[in-house]
Every structure is written in C-alpha cells, then in structure tokens.
C-alpha cells in the first residue's frame, strides 16, 4: 500500500487546513489510521487516528478540540481538518495505516507511512 498526503502549504496562524491521505495499491479500509507531524529538530508526535469503521477517535493533546480527522473508505481517503492553526502547529504532516483496525497514539503500531505534507504556520 503506498500513501500519499497532500493538502499541506502555507496559512496565517487562525487559519485552517484539510489534509488528506489517499492509499493506491491497497485498501486500508479495514484498519486504523493515523495522523503524526514531526517538527524540526523535535520527535515525531502523534496528531490524531481513528479507527476502519470511523467509531472510534483519539486525538493529541495538542490538537484535541481543533483538528478533526474522518475517513470516506469508498473513496479510500482518510482527512485530517486543522483549525485554529498555531505556529507551533508548523510540521510535517505524516500519516500512516495500522494491521489493526482500532487505532494506537504509539507510532510503532502503525505499519505503512506516507511521504509527508508539509504545514507552515505564520505567526
């Protein structure tokens, strides 16, 4: 399964952003998927993942109340919607597809990555 992300750019802080991930060479319909960023210099956090049928979310402490993530598996398409961007939200944007169908903040569950979308926030 290849991933791609997309929707990343440049946005004032306030702004918002939808981020999507596409899978081509496979479903991941049936499993979890996630949302992490990675800023420089700093690890890898988790932003957001939800589960194959959409029921169950977790979010990030950092993000929990502003970013929303949802999926259209007929479309085979998971979304990550940023709102209230903040400069700290500057990173790149990664997401990735677990073997599991529920979803996991820790980034070892997750077993297909995706190149990145990069989110620069302006202050």
């Known amino acids: 399964v290849q991933l791609q992300a997309c929707g990343g750019g440049f946005v004032q802080a306030g702004g918002s952003l939808t981020l999507s991930c596409a899978a081509s060479g496979g479903t991941f319909r049936w499993y979890a998927v996630g949302w992490f960023r990675q800023a420089p210099g700093k690890e890898r956090e988790f932003a957001a993942a939800i589960s194959f049928s959409g029921s169950t979310i977790y979010y990030g402490d950092s993000v929990k109340c502003r970013f929303t993530i949802s999926r259209d598996n007929a479309k085979n398409v998971v979304y990550l919607h940023t709102n209230s961007l903040k400069p700290e939200d500057a990173a790149t944007y990664y997401c990735?597809?677990?073997?599991?169908?529920?979803?996991?903040?820790?980034?070892?569950?997750?077993?297909?990555w995706g190149q990145g979308t990069k989110v620069t926030v302006s202050s």
């Open positions: 990735a597809v677990s073997s599991r169908a529920m979803p996991d903040t820790d980034q070892n569950a997750y077993t297909y």
